[in-house]
């Protein structure tokens, strides 16, 4: 039974830094468990890629000034979207808003990680994450897509934090009647069943689209933060 379990936890998939782009033109919609597929960013040695059980209680943030009259709408849908991951693993994420100051500072911010902004309307994606350990720690959110629908902004905001989890793009399976054409790398390991309802599945890839974290997706990314 133990064999087995270790076998389970290993099916955890792994992608480059540049999968984890989210293009404009597809917008994201939900995660996966044991019983669907969850899909986690692994080294080159196979090794899943999630932060230590201290780091995992670490996972800082600032918020750019840059966001301006829009900084409390980014706010917002960040404190709901983290707190639907908490309750979901064992990590702990937490705002610190003192640190705002220096979050574009080039040397880098004083918390883990910063939230950006990209104002340029031909900016391709809608956000931009990185995974755990990455040297760039930095998630930036278009500014269109802050402005526009909270429901979209919060989906958005809880698909990036999936990826600073370690959570790959759930599209990539392929299972995915759709995979050939939203593809990025074959570098994965499957863990469960293929899950299009997944947060982490491009809705144009396949998905569902639903912007919740899915009962199956709360049970996924437990096993890896238990």
């Known amino acids: 039974m133990k064999r087995i379990l270790q076998m389970l936890l290993l099916s955890i998939i792994v992608t480059p830094v540049l999968a984890i782009n989210c293009p404009t033109d597809r917008p994201p919609a939900t995660i996966t468990t044991i019983n669907n597929k969850l899909t986690v960013m692994t ?25 301006k009259e829009l900084k409390p709408v980014i706010i917002s849908a960040l404190e709901m979207a983290t707190k639907d991951w908490m309750d979901t693993a064992n990590v ?11 979050c574009d500072n080039r040397k880098g911010p004083t918390t883990l990680f910063s939230i ?3 104002t ?11 995974f755990p350990y990455d040297e760039r720690n930095t998630i930036t959110f278009k500014k269109s897509y802050v402005e526009g629908s909270y429901e979209r902004l919060l989906r958005l905001a809880r698909h990036e934090l999936g990826h600073v989890l370690g959570l790959r793009h759930e599209h990539i ?4 009647p759709y995979h050939q054409n939203c593809s990025e790398d074959d570098n994965f390991t499957p863990v469960t069943d ?33």
């Open 43 to 67: 080294d080159e040695e196979g090794s899943r890629r999630i932060w230590t059980s201290e780091d995992r209680h670490k996972l800082t943030y600032c918020i750019s000034n840059r966001f």
């Open 92 to 102: 702990t994420f937490q705002y610190v808003p003192e640190a705002d100051q220096s």
């Open 116 to 118: 950006s902004i990209n």
């Open 120 to 130: 340029s309307r031909r900016y391709p994606y809608a956000g931009r994450a990185f």
């Open 173 to 176: 399976r392929k299972e995915n």
């Open 194 to 226: 293929y899950d299009s309802e997944s947060i982490m599945h491009y809705a144009s890839c396949g998905g569902t689209g639903t912007s919740e974290l899915s009962v199956k997706d709360r049970e996924g990314v437990a096993l890896l933060y238990p």
